[in-house]
């Protein structure tokens, strides 16, 4: 079996969880090589995983590597960046979320791939988290009636990394970090339904200090076709990583915990070493994930990205989604700014979708 070529771009949090996946679950890819902006990094993670090449050096990973996809785990200010000359390299892209920090970036880089004839792809695991499709078949099959709302809530203590917490690298706090998760999977239920509305509403009530950037927000979305969706996401929320969803139908409702279920319920007086994402102790009761990259939708995301590739097929999430879902974000800052519903679509006349709510708030 041919293998398909992969190299990593960024050696943080994200790009671990990749690698785990192409190495479990994905005997179709071989990571070939790993970028880092910083040279000891990309050799430690290289080292780390057995990867063959480590760059510090973007275009020459790109083109000297021998990739066929460029898999992009970068901070959101490179993301677009990366996409370009990967497509001008003539590499398909698997993009990490959010697509870019701005619209034009995102319809830039769309047209780069298409006229390179290159795959671009979102990387939304929602789309594929196995417990979270189960949710989506049962709703095809009729099981709660006629959908009336969905609501998603991802919430934890805040990022791994510094960058997060910079609006000028980020683009945005809590909303561009996680909102973008809920928004990408009440599209994903609604088959790709038009927006038609955003009101939102986000502070800072944590990270202070730290940033300028919302660390919790609720946006509520409005569809075409009558659904409404609420996403819920905090930085300030302590314990551990939070997922959920709900659905509401005329004939039935759905709870899915993403973590909950799939969970030992511990205790521990010494405490022991990994339990759950964002969780900052295991000392005492904790709710301990074994299987924690399958569990997200990981390895089923790249799987299919991968066999995409392969089989030339048109991939289930594609940028066209990414941007579509940044515009969305973008209305739901100016609505938190403004205080009232925003329609869409929405064009904003600012650089990134954090200056929007700055403008009445820094």
Not at 143 to 160: C, D, F
Not at 272 to 281: I, S
Not at 342 to 351: A, D, G, R, T
Request: aromatic share 10%; hydrophobic share 40%.
């Amino acid at each position: 079996m041919k293998k398909t070529k992969v190299a990593l771009l960024g050696a943080g949090f994200i790009t671990d969880i990749h690698f785990e996946s192409y190495h479990r679950f994905i005997p179709e890819a071989e990571v070939v090589a790993v970028y880092a902006r910083n040279a000891d990094k990309a050799k430690a993670f290289a080292q780390k995983h057995n990867i063959p090449q480590w760059y510090d050096d973007l275009d020459k990973i790109i083109n000297e590597s021998g990739c066929e996809v460029v898999d992009i785990c970068l901070p959101n200010f490179l993301h677009a960046k990366a996409a370009l000359s990967a497509a001008k390299a003539g590499k398909h892209v698997i993009i990490e979320k959010p697509i870019a920090l701005t619209l034009e970036e995102a319809d830039e880089m769309i047209a780069a791939c298409k006229k390179a004839n290159v795959k671009l792809m979102y990387a939304e695991e929602l789309c594929f988290a196995p417990k979270y499709e189960r949710v989506r078949s049962m709703v095809k099959q009729g099981a709660v009636g006629q959908l009336y709302m969905l609501k998603q809530g991802e919430k934890h203590s805040g990022p791994h990394s510094d960058w997060f917490y910079d609006k000028d690298q980020a683009g945005g706090g809590v909303l561009m970090d996680m909102g973008c998760h809920a928004i990408a999977w009440f599209r994903w239920m609604l088959n790709n339904a038009k927006a038609v509305s955003v009101y939102a509403t986000m502070a800072t009530v944590f990270h202070k200090g730290r940033t300028v950037c919302e660390d919790n927000s609720v946006v509520i979305v409005e569809f075409e076709n009558g659904v409404t969706a609420v996403a819920e996401n905090s930085w300030a929320k302590h314990g551990g990583m939070d997922d959920r969803c709900e659905v509401y139908g005329t004939g039935g409702v759905v709870y899915a915990d993403l973590f909950m279920g799939n969970a030992a319920v511990s205790y521990s007086r010494e405490g022991y070493d990994y339990a759950m994402e964002k969780a900052d102790t295991t000392v005492g009761w904790s709710f301990t994930i074994y299987e924690e990259v399958f569990n997200q939708g990981y390895p089923h995301e790249l799987k299919h990205f991968i066999e995409c590739i392969q089989q030339d097929k048109q991939p289930l999430v594609t940028g066209e989604d990414g941007r579509a879902v940044l515009e969305i974000i973008y209305a739901a800052y100016a609505s938190a700014a403004a205080g009232k519903k925003i329609m869409l679509p929405f064009e904003p006349k600012v650089s990134k979708p954090i200056d929007l709510w700055l403008g009445t708030n820094q």
